[in-house]
């Protein structure tokens, strides 16, 4: 597939003018992006050229109708400089799985996986190297047939656009367990990467933003009793020496970096448990000082603590702790997608 891939190459690069000491977070775009688009029942024309506008028809669905799915994946350099992925075929199957319930045709592993190695070598100098820093890979389909019926596209693009990024937290972040507002429902698309998914969670963040908190902490819909996840992020809780989160469901993001932690850390010797917790049951420990910490896990974010919350009017702190479990895992987990370590799971994908 890779020989099919066309290449238009751009004659000037912006490589020159980006602070790579200084990152933010997706919004300094790599030279190239990787396109392919699916017509007439396949996906066809692979093609890799210059990051930019795409012109679309003001009837195109995914405008009206929110077909739109996508991945949030990041490209590292070992101190030897080479490339490396952490479970880049996770992404591929999820997208798959989301694009599942979208009703978006199946996206052939090799057209995901050569697209990105082959944009990858072009774009390889936009690899930051600095710790801490990586770059972003936003793999994400979305529906161009044009047209006013509510039904599933006929046409859709495949896109791959990087971002050398930094950190997505820039501070302590506080969160508020949300009482009103649901990101997800039993039988909904929770568990998708879905565009509408984010769209649907901005007003009620927004909402806690004003309050003085960084990200809302969603809870299940019927009554809000359980914690469910964090933003764009699983959610981990630490009560005693016990770590503890919820199980996948319908409504809850199969996150890469929740199942690599809860491995990583079982084969440390922790106490782990997948299962529902309440919020009673947090807030509990809180008083009684068992809560220990709380953080959230995703790509983007890789394992961000979290400083305090609030609910129901009342703030919580949580204790600053020394080697908590959070800083253990993140440099675990950070020490093998960066070859710093071994990787006995076969995650590590060298380019
Ligand atoms: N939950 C949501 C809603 C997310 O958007 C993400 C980010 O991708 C995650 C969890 C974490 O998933 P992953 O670790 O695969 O990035
Ligand atoms: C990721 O962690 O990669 C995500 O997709 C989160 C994103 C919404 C910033």
New binding site residues.
């Given amino acids: 597939m890779n020989s099919n891939i066309k290449v238009n190459p751009i004659q000037n690069s912006r490589i020159d003018s980006v602070d790579f000491n200084n990152l933010p977070?997706?919004k300094v775009f790599s030279d190239h992006m990787f396109v392919c688009d699916y017509k007439d029942g396949k996906w066809q024309n692979p093609t890799i050229e210059a990051y930019g506008p795409i012109e679309l028809n003001p009837s195109a669905k995914i405008f009206h109708y929110g077909q739109s799915i996508?991945?949030?994946?990041?490209a590292y350099k070992d101190a030897k400089g080479t490339t490396l992925l952490f479970r880049p075929l996770d992404n591929c199957k999820r997208l798959n799985k989301s694009a599942e319930r979208m009703a978006i045709p199946q996206l052939p592993e090799g057209i995901f996986m050569d697209g990105l190695k082959k944009l990858l070598e072009i774009d390889n100098a936009w690899i930051p190297t600095k710790e801490g820093s990586s770059l972003?890979i936003?793999p994400f389909i979305f529906a161009t047939g044009n047209g006013f019926h509510a039904s599933p596209s006929n046409e859709y693009k495949f896109i791959i656009a990087t971002a050398p990024s930094g950190a997505?937290f820039a501070g302590k972040v506080k969160v508020l367990i949300e009482e009103k507002y649901a990101r997800a429902a039993n039988g909904g698309v929770g568990f998708a990467?879905a565009g509408g998914n984010?769209a649907a969670q901005f007003y009620p963040t927004q909402l806690a933003i004003e309050r003085g908190y960084n990200q809302v902490i969603w809870t299940d819909d019927t009554n809000h009793e359980y914690i469910e996840e964090a933003?764009?992020?699983n959610i981990f809780v630490r009560i005693n020496d016990t770590l503890i989160t919820s199980p996948i469901s319908d409504r809850i993001l199969d996150?890469i970096?929740r199942k690599s932690i809860l491995q990583i850390a079982k084969d440390s010797g922790l106490q782990v448990e997948e299962r529902k917790i309440t919020v009673t049951e947090i807030i509990e420990a809180a008083k009684n000082g068992n809560l220990k910490e709380l953080f959230g896990a995703?790509?983007?974010?890789v394992i961000s603590p979290i400083s305090g919350f609030g609910f129901k009017g009342v703030d919580y702190d949580l204790p600053e702790l020394e080697n908590s479990y959070a800083s253990q895992l993140k440099k675990k987990i950070t020490d093998l997608q960066t070859n710093k370590t071994e990787d006995p799971y076969g995650w590590r994908v060298h380019l």
Avoid at 70 to 74: D, L, S, T, V
Avoid at 298 to 301: C, D, H, I, P, S
């Fill in positions: 977070f997706g996508f991945e949030g994946m990041k972003y936003r997505y990467k984010y933003g764009a992020m996150g970096t995703g790509t983007a974010a």
